[in-house]
């Protein structure tokens, strides 16, 4: 199995503000994931984290709001950018190792 | 768009009381269907993956069961302790595709 060890584990942030997750991994992975899951609904997923490589969005997101970071095999980092309301979420990293290893996810509150 | 429901939204029993929920999905294109349990404060842990028609998975007290054919599958918790307590999220996999996740069943278990 995988464990993921993922900070800050929750924050409240200002509008307007940006603010980083971090997620290592304390195996080698090819794939990793980013999830949010704004309150009352299904996770979804936001972006796949590819090493060595830009990462690739799903519909809906973009690189300027949620750019990610894979700088190797156990590590990636989503930054949550101009933060507003409707970003508060839990924001999860998760990563492919036979099956799907979750961080304990981050949990951003925006005021 | 790929759509998983699950049902019911939320669940309070009794100890001792056996349960079961529902997931459901596109019958096209199967691929994976992947349960997980996701408590407050931790990460979503994968209970079962399940790939063919007609899987039944069993570990302890839960079990799954799944119907590729028609799109559903069903969770099954019998005895509830109040350690079962959290929330069951189903995620639906296509082919090259990621995994789609339902709102998830928070299960509530007093003693």
New interface residues.
């Given amino acids: 199995s995988a464990v ?1 060890s993922q900070k800050p ?1 929750r924050d409240i942030c200002q509008r307007g503000t940006s603010l980083t997750i971090q997620c290592q991994v304390d195996s080698q992975v090819t794939m990793m ?1 980013w ?1 949010r899951q704004q309150p ?6 936001i972006a ?1 984290a590819n090493q060595g490589s830009e990462a690739t969005y ?1 519909s809906g997101f973009v690189i300027d709001k949620f750019p990610i970071s894979r700088p190797n095999l156990t590590f990636s980092t989503l930054t949550v950018s101009n933060m507003s309301p409707e970003d508060s979420s839990i924001y ?1 990293c998760s990563a492919l190792w036979g ?7 981050s949990r951003l509150t925006v005021l | 768009i790929l759509n998983v429901e699950q049902s019911p939204q939320s669940l309070h029993v009794q100890e001792g009381d056996s349960t079961n929920f529902t997931c459901s999905f596109p019958s096209s294109n199967f691929y994976a269907l992947h349960w997980y349990r996701w408590e407050t404060a931790k990460s979503p842990e994968a209970l079962f993956v399940m790939t063919l028609n007609g899987d039944e998975k069993k570990k302890g007290r839960i079990s799954a069961t799944l119907n590729t054919k028609e799109g559903y599958s069903y969770l099954y918790i019998k005895g509830s302790q109040p350690e079962d307590s959290a929330t069951y999220l189903c995620a639906f996999v296509q082919a090259g595709t990621a995994l789609i996740f339902g709102k998830g069943t928070t299960l509530s278990v007093s003693s």
Avoid: A
């Fill in positions: 993921i584990s994931f999830y009352g609904q299904s996770l979804t997923l796949t799903e999860l099956e799907l290893f979750f961080g304990e996810g």
